[in-house]
């Protein structure tokens, strides 16, 4: 099993203007990888408040994967890449590289991601981008891999050679 938390950043949805479809796109597919979502936020796009929730689920709750959605774009408010960057000990940029070159074959737009990704401790934090439609194409990226590299990072398997 692996214990996921879900951060979507996102001032309308944590006023309770806008519905987070994004998020529930993400705790449903996460069943994909044997994954139990363990703790769903859903927060204002502000640095230091999406940097310490980022920090109590590594550090406290020991989730073995993070994925946020939302705020990964142009707009000033976005600003999930540096919150994540400001709390990782190590980049994983293989992963957000794989989401963008494989989703430009789909729109050039997303050249425009600005997401991170990375591992503090024994979890894995990946930003995805905020839209329904893009996460469920993230997620077709990185979810077959996903197992494998959780599988490392615990501890539990040391090859990553294909067989």
């Given amino acids: ?24 796109v993400i705790q449903e597919r996460v069943a994909e990888i044997d994954g139990e979502v363990v703790e769903y936020l859903v927060l204002p796009d502000e640095r230091e408040v999406i940097s310490s929730a980022l920090i109590r689920m590594a550090d406290e709750l020991h989730l073995d994967l993070v994925l946020t959605t939302g705020g990964t774009g142009f707009s000033p408010r976005d600003i999930t890449p540096e919150a994540t960057k400001d709390i990782i000990e190590r980049e994983t ?23 991170a990704a990375g591992i503090r401790g024994k979890t894995l934090i990946i930003n995805m981008p905020g839209s329904p439609k893009a996460v ?28």
């Fill in 136 to 163: 469920n194409e993230a997620l077709d990226i990185i979810l077959p891999a996903l197992g494998h590299g959780i599988e490392i990072l615990k501890g539990q398997s040391g090859e990553c050679a294909r067989k």
């Fill in 1 to 24: 099993m692996i214990k996921v938390g879900i951060l979507t950043a996102s001032d309308k949805g944590h006023k309770g203007e806008r519905e987070d479809k994004s998020g529930k």
């Fill in 93 to 115: 940029p293989g992963i957000p590289e794989a989401i963008r070159a494989e989703s430009m074959k789909i729109t050039n737009r997303a050249m425009l991601s600005r997401a």
